[in-house]
């Protein structure tokens, strides 16, 4: 069992996400990362489905209404109080949603804020479609945001005592559950610094890049259900296989004298 970095309490670790995600490096993640989310839902085979959102700052996390119907928020219950558009109050691995009901389910910097995501990103699995798509958006460990990180977890600061989840690992959890990387996208390829504001306002690089502070991450489930049939030894009467009656019936002949 993996032994999970030990989060702060609701009070306080909400507010200090939603500080955070107020200053000019948060807000610029925002913006850049939304694109990113907005773009790997911009498909054909999604269009104006459901969609489930699950985030620690739902408030802040907006989705293009174009996109899918109305979207719907859960969250825990110690978020109730800091959101005003949470649909439910819930646990986020035990979402009170029907199996395979979801078209699609976005997360938005969840897994690493959570006691144990391994468990949550199953609780999502059960709830999707068969072809749905599951967008996770998170920190990238391997960037200057993340070493930025590093130095607030000295500091002990709540913002940054989250879970640090490489790609490699969240593509080995997706794949037994089922799920099939899409795409892979990264955004803020910046410096993680408030000032100057040079730093926040100069040119976007690609997208390709791995170096960005940020990963969004598509995924597709491929498991298809099955349906067992009531009587299998009647179906199996019902469409013989000619070559083996022939083998049985040779079989049990008896060799003319």
Not at 156 to 171: E, F, G, P
Request: hydrophobic fraction near 40%; proline fraction near 7%.
């Amino acid at each position: 069992m993996a032994k999970w970095r030990t989060q702060h309490s609701p009070e306080i670790l909400l507010p200090a996400l939603r500080e955070w995600f107020r200053s000019p490096v948060g807000c610029t993640v925002l913006q850049e990362e939304q694109a990113l989310i907005n773009a790997a839902l911009d498909d054909c085979s999604t269009e104006r489905r459901n969609l489930l959102k699950l985030s620690m700052i739902p408030e802040r996390f907006q989705v293009d209404d174009r996109l899918c119907h109305r979207p719907i928020h859960l969250g825990s219950i110690g978020q109730y109080g800091f959101s005003q558009v949470l649909d439910a109050v819930c646990e986020f691995d035990q979402l009170p949603i029907a199996n395979e009901s979801v078209d699609m389910v976005v997360l938005h910097h969840l897994l690493e804020f959570v006691n144990n995501p391994h468990t949550v990103l199953r609780e999502v699995e059960r709830l999707i479609v068969p072809h749905g798509k599951l967008v996770i958006c998170g920190i990238n460990p391997w960037s200057p945001l993340a070493l930025r990180g590093m130095m607030g977890r000295v500091k002990r600061s709540a913002m940054w005592q989250h879970h640090s989840l490489t790609l490699n690992r969240l593509n080995d959890w997706l794949s037994l559950l089922g799920f099939e990387q899409a795409d892979l996208r990264y955004t803020f390829h910046r410096l993680p610094i408030n000032t100057p504001s040079f730093f926040m306002n100069h040119r976007c690089l690609s997208s390709k890049l791995p170096m960005g502070g940020v990963f969004v991450l598509s995924a597709t489930k491929y498991r298809a259900p099955l349906t067992p049939s009531a009587n299998l030894r009647r179906r199996s009467n019902i469409i013989p296989h000619p070559a083996m009656l022939g083998a049985t019936r040779n079989l049990r002949e008896k060799p003319q004298e």
